[in-house]
């Protein structure tokens, strides 16, 4: 057992995020002081002060990558005013222009609402 968890272990070392993908959406998280708990039903995951409960019966897959799984939205016009959602859904702050958000923003991925388009962004 104690060789199969160093064996885990050795292979998230390679990677930069863990992606979790389910019926509720997809989720990526830094890889690097993710902790990982269970208790009835649900996978609570935590970096730092982001934090999500997944409920398990919900989770397709879960994987280790170099990106988010996301890539980086068309570039809206600088005075275009954008809504920012964290991927839970709770409204961030609306700001000016997509770059005045992104420097507001802690390290995640957001769902952003510009005028009729909305996009994921990762925030590095």
Do not use: C, W
């Not at 998230?12 to 830094?30: N, P």
């Not at 989770?59 to 988010?68: A, E, H, I, Q």
């Not at 996301?70 to 997509?98: F, R």
Request: proline share 1%.
């Amino acid at each position: 057992m104690m060789m199969v968890a160093a064996s885990v272990n050795a292979m998230a070392d390679d990677y930069e995020y863990l992606t979790f993908e389910g019926s509720e959406g997809t989720l990526s998280m830094a890889a690097k002081g993710l902790t990982i708990t269970f208790d009835k039903g649900q996978m609570t995951v935590v970096n730092g002060n982001e934090s999500h409960t997944i409920t398990l019966s919900t989770l397709s897959k879960m994987y280790f990558s170099n990106t988010t799984g996301i890539s980086e939205a068309e570039t809206t016009p600088g005075d275009t005013q954008v809504e920012v959602y964290a991927t839970s859904g709770m409204l961030m702050g609306k700001y000016d222009s997509l770059d005045d958000a992104k420097g507001h923003l802690r390290t995640g991925v957001y769902i952003v609402k510009s005028n009729n388009k909305t996009f994921k962004i990762a925030v590095k």
